[in-house]
């Protein structure tokens, strides 16, 4: 079957510029799950769905970043007003259940802000 | 609040010589811990993970990991080495094996 798939995956924008990245789940996983690894660092924790809503958004650097699962599957992280220090490889993952099985992970969408 | 350490940003070792990656973990509860590697151009896959069953932990590709509570230490091993083994590898934190708080990571090289 197919695995987490991320849209674009590479995405080149200006500073000041709005940016949509998406990310297709496992079919039929609930969770699904955002990071953001700059480089030379680990993934960090960005914001996490069970389901449609957002279970936790703890980790959205501001009011900036903001992201969506209207349907429960399909989701799309937006970036308003880019900064060059949002610059960093945004990674997917997703899970049958929220805090019972395995994180699969995308492999990524690389966002440069010039 | 979980937090992660590990121990040396690169690691280098010959083909066939044990690989041993360190991870030590700060957590507040009792912690869900895992070890992932991530090769050049794909996605992070899951090594192996602790869930409190059993401290020592195997995993694919002939890793394995022992939980030591008292040293809150995840190291990784693998008794001998192989070329398809360079990547990179991070260890991981959860309190809830949810949200998970990852290292900085380790790129381990393999000499030939």
């Known amino acids: 079957g197919a695995g987490v798939s991320q849209t674009p995956s590479n995405k080149v924008t200006e500073k000041g510029k709005y940016v949509e990245l998406r990310c297709d789940p496992i079919s039929g996983h609930t969770a699904l799950y955002w990071y953001r690894q700059s480089l030379g660092q680990g993934p960090e924790f960005l914001i996490y769905?069970?389901?449609?809503?957002?279970?936790?958004d703890s980790g959205l650097p501001n009011d900036r970043f903001f992201a969506v699962r209207p349907e429960g599957s399909v989701s799309t992280l937006k970036i308003q007003r880019t900064e060059r220090g949002d610059s960093a490889v945004y990674l997917c993952a997703s899970s049958r259940i929220a805090g019972v099985n395995e994180q699969f992970f995308g492999p990524g969408t690389r966002l440069t802000v010039l | 609040a979980q937090s992660v350490t590990q121990l040396g940003s690169h690691v280098s070792v010959s083909e066939g010589a044990l690989v041993l990656l360190r991870c030590n973990y700060s957590s507040s509860v009792p912690p869900y811990l895992f070890w992932y590697v991530q090769y050049p151009n794909q996605g992070l896959q899951l090594l192996l993970k602790?869930?409190?069953?059993?401290?020592l932990v195997k995993g694919i590709n002939g890793f394995e990991a022992e939980f030591k509570k008292s040293e809150t230490s995840f190291h990784l091993t693998k008794p001998s080495a192989h070329m398809s083994d360079a990547a990179e590898y991070f260890c991981?934190?959860?309190?809830?094996?949810?949200?998970?708080?990852f290292g900085t990571g380790t790129r381990l090289t393999i000499i030939p």
């Open positions: 991981a934190v959860s309190a809830t094996n949810e949200k998970l708080t």
């Open positions: 769905f069970q389901g449609t809503g957002a279970a936790d």
């Open positions: 602790y869930t409190s069953a059993a401290t």
